[in-house]
């Protein structure tokens, strides 16, 4: 079983920064293609990153490619999403996701593992 735990949520107005990390409970970087997804309010939750086992391959949604950078430190046991640029678009509660096995996948059905959620506000 997984635990993941993501935090670096915040206020912050458009065309800042955030960094979002995601504490997980084993060494997971090794073992599972980690995701970020996000929730806006009445929407489904959606696809912003991937990354896969060793993190030898990323990809991204079309909405914050350029923008956002998913990056993994297994000695930590500790994923990350740079968030830059940030558009008012990008205000929702953000997850991230863990799959044991390798590959990118962009559904939610394919994540076994989530955490609870950090929110990201971009104000205008």
Sequence with gaps: QVHLVESGGGLVQAGG??????????????????????QAPGKEREFVAAISRNGGTTDYADSVKGRFTISGD?????????????????TAVYYCAARA???????????????QGTQVTVSS
């Design 101 to 115: 096995s390798d590959g990118i996948y962009y559904q939610v059905q394919a994540y076994n593992y989530w955490g």
């Design 17 to 38: 920064s955030l960094r979002l990390s995601c504490a997980a409970s084993e060494r997971t970087f090794r073992q599972y293609t980690m995701a970020w997804f996000r």
């Design 74 to 90: 297994n000695a930590k046991n500790m994923m990350y999403l740079q968030m830059n640029s940030l558009k008012p678009e990008d």
